[in-house]
Structures are given as C-alpha cells and as structure tokens.
C-alpha cells in the first residue's frame, strides 16, 4: 500500500473524475461522478473494480452522504454551524470516525477512534485543485476508507465554493448570480436609455 495518495480533481470535467495517486503517481483509485441534475451517484473504482458508491442526500438538514462499499454500508454527516469543515461517520467499522479540515479547507486529518489515520496537506498554487494525503495507516481498509473521505470531502468544498456537486449543491450560487446578472443587464439598459436620445 502507498505511504501517500495524491488527489487531482479535474474541475473542468463534465461529469467529474477524481484521480487518487500514488508517491509514485500511479493511479491508485479513480472517482467517477455521473451528470444527473438532482443527486448523482459517485463510484470509486480500484482499476476497473467497483470499490464504492458514494450519494449525496437529496433532502437532508446538513450535508450528508450515503456510501456502500466492501467495507460495509455506512453515512458520513457534516457538522452544522462550524467554521471550518467537520464530518462524522455512523455505521460500519469506522462508526465514530472524524474528519475535520481548516478554515479555507487545504489541510485536514482524518481520525477513528481517537487515532490518526491520515493528514491531508492542500496545494495552493497549481492549476488543478490538488491534495497530498499521508497514509499514517496503510492497511486496506483504512486507505480505501481515505479515498471514500477524500471523494466526499472534495464534492463538500465543491458545492462550498458554489460550483455544485453534482448533486444540486450550488443550486442557491447559481440562482443568486442569474438574479445579479438579470438585475446588472437591467441597469445596463436603463443606463443607455438614459444616454442614447
């Protein structure tokens, strides 16, 4: 198993992909995202094996995602009303497990059961939005648990950010900039009203 996973979100994608790689950057798992408007299905794939199913709630207080995997069914929540990102798991092996991320969402840890399993260091300066995890737990189950993390935690700061999730996530983003673009194109013609006799 990798000491390391490097995470390359490819954000210009139409139906989204994120690439987890190795030290070496040997692709290791591959997310794929479906384009559907309300709430795609994300699957985590080893090669061309299916490792996992990750699904944002549709209709939930705080966001929250629905996984199944070869580790066993289990939900990750994230807390309300924090500053900065905070996350919890119930069900399966790692019920209790945390996974909390910084002010501006580049760095983080991931914990079960009072033990760290992984530190997530953000890059700022590239081209694509790029995390180095380092696997402090390199079992099995406990890297795959990472990846799943990670997948969720990026499809959180893209629909943080407003560019959706794929699941409807920066719905409200883009209503209120197509009401602001509406209300300055509406300016911009009373304005030449006003200028052109």
Known sequence: MPKFLNVANKLL???????????????????KGEFAFLSPTWRLYTGSTQVASIRKRIWAWSRTWDIESVLGDFVIK???WTWSPQFRVMGSRFDGAAMSGGLFDLNAEIEVKGKL?????????TLRDRHTVELLDQSDEAVLFTAIAMVVMQLDRRASSGGGDGGGGG????????????????????????IIP
């Open 13 to 31: 994608s139409l139906r989204g992909a994120i690439t987890l790689s190795d030290e070496y950057d040997q692709p290791v798992f591959e997310a």
């Open 78 to 80: 994230r807390k309300l």
């Open 117 to 125: 399993i992984a530190k997530v260091r953000g890059k700022i300066l």
């Open 171 to 194: 719905d409200f983003y883009y209503r209120q900039k197509a009401l602001r673009l509406k209300k300055s194109k509406a300016s911009v013609k009373r304005l030449s009203i006003l």
